[in-house]
């Protein structure tokens, strides 16, 4: 059959692919198009496509028992909105869901349907305030997974159509393929949000595909699954488990914000990632926990559930979204608008607690003088203390119920009690402080070691995109320069969140310190505190008796993990924070 029009089309996609000059190798770290994404607590993930149990092999019947069974995208957005996400993720041309295209593509090779559902679920969702992000594999190892003979791929048909062979059943083939598919749907879909990528695929590295498409679309967002690719804004992270306690999904993150981090994880406890033809149950303490602590460190929850051949979701999916609408709305204001507490944004200590109790805290965005701290795990009695970072608190009241917490604050440690019952989910406490208090301004640091580019003062300048860098040395030496001969009460140390706490293996925190203090910065004494600090996320402390010197050091002994040690800010305490004047002349106010 004569080709030659389809054959010119590839080829003008070529030339005018190929005239786009190739951008940076490393995507801006901040960008207006990933707004959406930096406003989001998460996204709703559906696998969906032809193995979607029962599985069908022809696409026109696939096509027809989706149609034929009443499939509408706006329940899918029905069921986005009830789990308090911003976007949807559609995963139908996977490796393993038979490599269909949920639309008219023009590029044949693989199932490609008469019906646009990609561009219904995209016309819904914006007509409801939501993004879709549609998912690409870059994988042809599944190419006859599921089927007694034959392939999900055509090579054939595309081969024809590209006007030379290709094999797609092998890595740089449908790395081919699957390149023409992102400028297709880049031109058919003027409102698709970006693209979620499954991994690599050489191909596209070697044709630029990354710039390519922020240049001809420049709204549009890229996220990668499993491994950091730099020129990406996201990178996802795929079912982390074995942390303790278990929904604390971010100790096995290994990413340092202010880059877009995700947590991709299945709501139904058990069967594939697709609906494999069982209504599995969901586990609404590990959900939410999950959830929670995501948002708890600003990451954003793609949670996974499976819908059946139709779309509607299973009914225990189903049931937990409907719960889910009403147990978020109470408490949404603690997580929509809100950084995670503890890290780079600031806010209260999150983490292990007292007497068994774990959670996290989130800080508004709008009011740096707004925090809620979510307790995830209760403690065994009637009281929860946690550190107060700094922060001189006025008000405490229960979220759901408004009523007000009897708190005191002493030593650093804001301590609520007489709580008599606690949420089995999540009790929320809305915090209102009067600002920071304490805290030495206009100190110094130096180091006895540095990487290049990451000098000690990065770790006292205020600003969360530097650091300093240790340069692997140990021991470990960074020097804080008070100006004058000061009261020190303790040290804060914020370091860097780009290595796992889970598996323990994979940190870079301090773990052994030595504490001296000099008044001229050359003789330093015997170390005036010594011990170790635990390997956890967030802000940590070292309480002193109470000192006068110009100079403080911080020695590093011992590490948990490796030996590098990077350190966003830290920063001296002069006074814990109380509604008390100031003490010996120490300075109130932040970091800076």
């Avoid at 696409?59 to 034929?68: K, Y």
């Avoid at 159509?161 to 790395?175: E, I, K, P, Q």
């Avoid at 595909?209 to 549009?220: N, V, W």
């Amino acid at each position: 059959m004569f080709r030659a029009p389809r054959t010119a089309l590839i080829a003008v996609l070529t030339l005018v692919v190929g005239l786009l000059v190739a951008a940076p190798a490393r995507a801006d770290l901040q960008h207006p198009r990933q707004a959406f994404l930096r406003a989001s607590i998460g996204g709703l993930f559906l696998h969906w496509g032809m193995r979607t149990s029962p599985a069908h092999t022809s696409c026109g019947s696939w096509e027809n028992a989706v149609t034929g069974g009443g499939w509408t995208p706006g329940y899918w957005v029905n069921e986005a909105k009830k789990l308090h996400v911003q976007y949807i993720v559609l995963a139908t041309f996977h490796s393993r869901l038979g490599y269909a295209r949920p639309y008219p593509s023009q590029i044949p090779g693989s199932c490609r349907t008469t019906r646009d559902f990609l561009g219904e679920l995209i016309d819904a969702a914006d007509a409801q305030g939501l993004k879709v992000i549609h998912y690409i594999t870059d994988d042809p190892q599944w190419y006859n997974e599921g089927l007694s003979s034959g392939s999900w791929l055509d090579s054939a048909a595309f081969s024809n159509y590209v006007g030379h062979s290709v094999d797609l059943t092998t890595r740089d083939g449908f790395g081919e393929f699957s390149y023409l598919q992102f400028f297709e749907q880049m031109r058919r879909y003027p409102k698709l949000a970006g693209f979620w990528i499954d991994n690599d695929n050489a191909y596209w590295e070697r044709n630029d595909l990354y710039a390519k498409i922020y240049q001809q679309r420049p709204d549009m967002t890229i996220s990668n699954n499993n491994e950091d690719t730099p020129i990406m804004d996201m990178i996802s992270n795929e079912q982390k488990t074995g942390m303790t306690p278990g929904y604390d999904y971010p100790q096995a993150l290994y990413t340092a914000a202010p880059r877009l981090i995700e947590a991709d994880f299945k709501l139904p406890t058990g069967g594939p990632w697709w609906y494999g033809g069982s209504d599995q149950a969901v586990d609404r303490k590990l959900t939410l926990g999950r959830l929670i602590t995501n948002a708890g460190s600003s990451v954003k929850a793609l949670m996974a559930e499976t819908p059946m051949k139709a779309g509607r979701m299973p009914p225990a999916q189903e049931s937990f979204n409907n719960f889910a609408n009403t147990y978020l709305d109470a408490i949404w204001e603690s997580l929509g608008g809100t950084e995670g507490g503890g890290y780079m944004y600031g806010g209260l200590k999150p983490g292990f607690w007292n007497d068994g109790a774990h959670g996290v805290t989130t800080i508004a965005k709008n009011n740096p003088n707004r925090h809620y701290v979510h307790v995830i795990t209760p403690p065994s009695g009637s009281t929860l203390s946690l550190r107060d970072n700094g922060y001189r608190i006025t008000s405490v009241t229960n979220l759901r119920t408004g009523a007000p917490v009897t708190f005191t604050q002493s030593g650093g440690t804001l301590t609520l009690s007489g709580i008599s019952s606690w949420d089995q989910y999540d009790t929320v406490f809305k915090v209102i402080s009067g600002g920071r208090q304490g805290i030495h301004a206009g100190v110094t640091l130096s180091a006895g070691s540095s990487t290049s580019g990451h000098g000690a003062s990065a770790a006292g300048d205020g600003d969360y995109l530097t650091y300093w860098d240790s340069n692997a040395a140990e021991p470990a030496r960074l020097t804080f320069d008070l100006g004058s001969a000061k009261r020190i009460q303790y040290l804060a140390v914020n370091q860097r969140e780009d290595s796992t706490v889970y598996p323990s293996s994979g940190s870079a925190r301090i773990s052994g310190y030595q504490v001296h203090v000099s008044d001229d910065g050359s003789n330093w004494g015997s170390a005036v505190k010594t011990g170790t600090v635990p390997n956890a996320r967030g802000v940590q402390f070292i309480d002193l008796t109470a000192v006068t010197a110009r100079y403080v050091r911080l020695t590093k002994t011992g590490h948990h993990g490796v030996a590098r040690w990077r350190v966003d800010e830290a920063w001296v305490g002069g006074q814990y924070a109380s509604a008390t004047p100031n003490l010996d002349g120490v300075e109130t106010g932040g970091m800076s």
